[in-house]
């Protein structure tokens, strides 16, 4: 028995042994796996405690060059979400198109950066937002590009095992530089074209605005009206040009009233190509020739000369025998439309439409040996085939043909037409020859205003109309059912 149990005790120590054994197998293969897991992940988080200085470094320095000059982000290529271009920085952080690798504790590191154009709500000035862009309304809703605005995001991949790893790291970069011009007094001299490159006392035109009475301010020439002022081109100074940021005017209001504003800019002193001249008639070349009653006299009018205007001329011409009236709103007596609803219109530099005089009736500006113009609901149009019509040259702003009255015949624009220009070289013209400035409003059309909401209050203008252009002029209209606003200021904000 003795013997048995001894056998017995020995037989179980061994199984513990085993047991033992195979116990601390496993818990030494458990600490080496772990031991291993542990190594990997501290090289991985080793690896990547050193690409994200590496992408920070090329974000910061993308945003220097963007603070620098705006343009060496902006006119890259812009990555989609199809195809992404890649930029890097040279060792003389010049833009390269391609990736650039680094080497940090022995791991390739690859890093490059991409640009992506930016939506915003409120025609481009609000918010940064995800959704496709819309059209833009004249009241400044809908989805456009801001160019004025960049996302960039800067990347490093490198290997790790059999997968590459990355760190990213983005960016929304802005425009954010700004100047302003405040223009504080219109006393000087109409007609001047420009550029300017500070503000003054002149301008490019006015209609139905007091510039005087008031020193340096502007107020309706007449109580419960309207009237308009078109400023001397500015130059901004800026070769590569700027955007242009927002609208603002100060001085009084009144109750019914309103101050708005139109932009046009260029990249030409003279104003984009195409599109007809617009503006006043030139204080030299202003004269057409009739046979009967001599010169008419498109500059010289009492509180300044006729005007083209985008759609139509405004004011008089004068004569021995009378004021001719080219716009009913706008005649020597003030608003006759309520009896007669004419004026000479323009489309593109082809004018129509009828003028009067109180001696010799209406002078048509277009037409034939049936009719004269017509009325087609919104405003004046040619006959079918017309024999004659009265035209303005885009290239030189210089008027051409001929317009008819019934009593005194044939008036002529430009002695080119009679052919007499080496005896009588007379002809009319608007100022600022070739010039092509469109002005308008939020949806990109002369119909539109950006409507202020009260003195001392920007209003944004919509930079994708307006971007990397050099030039600019303003138009300002004051309106008002009852007594006349006051502007003093006119302060521009634009970003170089």
Not at 72 to 78: G, P, R
Not at 102 to 117: D, G, K, P, S, W
Not at 482 to 490: C, E, F, I, K, L
Request: net charge negative; proline share 4%; charged share 15%.
């Amino acid at each position: 028995m003795k013997n048995f149990s001894t056998k017995n005790n020995g037989g179980q120590s061994l199984i513990e042994v085993l047991i033992a054994v195979s116990i601390g197998a496993l818990i030494i293969g458990s600490a080496a796996g772990s031991l291993i897991f542990t190594v990997r992940s501290n090289q991985q988080n080793r690896a990547t405690d050193a690409a994200s200085p590496l992408a920070q470094e090329l974000l910061d320095n993308v945003r220097s060059i963007a603070e620098s000059k705006w343009q060496n982000i902006y006119n890259l290529t812009k990555t989609t979400g199809v195809t992404t271009y890649p930029y890097s920085l040279d060792d003389s952080l010049v833009i390269v198109a391609a990736s650039q690798q680094r080497t940090v504790n022995n791991i390739v590191y690859t890093r490059y950066f991409t640009v992506e154009n930016v939506n915003r709500d409120v025609c481009g000035a609000g918010t940064i937002t995800a959704s496709v862009e819309t059209s833009c309304s004249s009241l400044q809703i809908g989805i456009l590009q801001d160019p004025s605005t960049q996302k960039i995001t800067a990347k490093v991949t490198w290997p790790q095992g059999a997968t590459t790893a990355e760190v990213s790291v983005s960016e929304y970069l802005t425009r954010s530089k700004n100047e302003i011009n405040q223009f504080t007094d219109w006393s000087g001299s109409t007609g001047v074209v420009g550029p300017a490159t500070r503000p003054g006392k002149d301008y490019f035109s006015q209609s139905g605005l007091d510039a005087t009475t008031i020193p340096g301010a502007l107020q309706l020439l007449v109580p419960a009206s309207s009237g308009w002022l078109i400023s001397s081109t500015f130059d901004t100074e800026v070769t590569d040009g700027v955007a242009m940021n927002s609208l603002m005017w100060k001085g009084v209001p009144a109750g019914g009233s309103t101050v708005k504003f139109q932009l046009a800019s260029s990249n030409s002193s003279t104003g984009e190509a195409g599109g007809s001249p617009t503006g006043p008639i030139d204080s030299t070349d202003r004269y057409a020739w009739n046979d009967i009653i001599g010169w008419l006299d498109f500059y010289g009018a009492p509180g300044g000369p006729a005007v083209v205007a985008t759609a139509k001329m405004t004011r008089w011409a004068t004569s021995t025998d009378g004021d001719f009236a080219l716009d009913c709103a706008t005649t020597a007596v003030g608003d006759v439309c309520a009896t007669s609803n004419f004026y000479v219109s323009n489309n593109n530099g082809n004018l129509a439409g009828w003028a009067w005089n109180d001696a010799y009736g209406w002078v048509s500006f277009c037409g034939n040996s049936s009719s004269g113009s017509t009325w087609d609901g919104s405003t004046w149009i040619c006959p079918a085939s017309p024999t004659y019509q009265v035209t303005i040259t885009q290239a030189t702003a210089e008027f051409h043909g001929w317009a008819w009255n019934d009593i005194i015949g044939w008036i002529s624009f430009n002695c080119a037409e009679p052919g007499v220009c080496l005896t009588s070289n007379y002809k009319v013209k608007v100022a600022g020859a070739g010039s092509g400035w469109t002005y308008i409003g939020p949806d990109g059309s002369s119909s539109s205003f950006y409507i202020t909401t009260g003195q001392g209050a920007p209003v944004p203008i919509v930079t994708a109309h307006h971007n990397n252009k050099r030039y600019y002029r303003y138009k300002v209209y004051l309106e008002s059912t009852g007594a006349s606003p006051v502007v003093n200021d006119v302060i521009v904000n634009w970003s170089p």
